[in-house]
T-cell receptor, first 115, second 110 residues
């Protein structure tokens, strides 16, 4: 089945460590997104990419970096993790066709805890 | 004004009742509107898309769009305890990204 997968699903790490979260998709979508979700704050966009040569900052990109290794892979890195980056992280994909914005499809999420 | 606004709830309805969830948005040029359901600790799941004024029905779900008033709503008929979740409204910002509301938590009690 066409799908969006994320690894790892859960991660506990310590302050100052480098962490990479990975996202892969088999939907054939060009657009990929990284969000974080915190209680009461909703989904906030970290970075998004429209193809392997296109990377865009979202509303909360500080402290994060991304890599689009291929159309199907989009990784999020925390270079030096801090406790307030503890959150639920989601990858999503979408497609733009016919000039109309289409829905996003989400991966299962990664629960990250920074001690 | 936030770009997408929802009442955080919780909205409590008895089993079998109609649950009505509302969302207002600020961009008059928006053409697409989406409703996602999110269970606690899980990822958002798309349940409805609507692109034109009026109603769109899919099973027990009906999305209603009123572009003149800039609101979109989701009705859930014959609510079930399994419908208990947070419902997120999402509206595109241009052609690049979606703006999500903070969600309305729905509780359906037996």
């Amino acid at each position: 089945d066409a799908d969006v997968t994320q690894t790892p699903r859960n991660r506990i790490t310590k302050t100052g460590k480098r962490i990479m979260l990975e996202c892969s998709q088999t939907k054939g979508h060009d657009r990929m997104y990284w969000y974080r979700q915190d209680p009461g704050l909703g989904l906030r966009l970290i970075y998004y990419s429209f193809d392997v040569k296109d990377i865009n900052k979202g509303e909360i990109s500080d402290g994060y970096s991304v890599s689009r290794q291929a159309q199907a892979k989009f990784s999020l890195s925390l270079e030096s993790a801090i406790p307030n980056q503890t959150a639920l992280y989601f990858c999503a994909t979408s497609d733009l066709s016919g000039g109309t914005y289409n829905e996003q499809f989400f991966g299962p999420g990664t629960r990250l805890t920074v001690l | 004004q936030k770009e997408v606004e929802q009442n955080s709830g919780p909205l409590s309805v008895p089993e079998g009742a109609i649950a009505s969830l509302n969302c207002t948005y600020s961009d008059r040029g928006s053409q697409s509107f989406f409703w996602y359901r999110q269970y606690s600790g899980k990822s958002p799941e798309l349940i409805m898309s609507i692109y034109s004024n009026g109603d769109k029905e899919d099973g027990r779900f009906t999305a209603q769009l009123n572009k003149a008033s800039q609101y979109v709503s989701l009705l859930i008929r014959d609510s079930q305890p399994s419908d208990s979740a947070t419902y997120l409204c999402a509206v595109p910002l241009g052609t690049d990204k979606l703006i999500f509301g903070t969600g309305t938590r729905l509780q359906v009690f037996p």
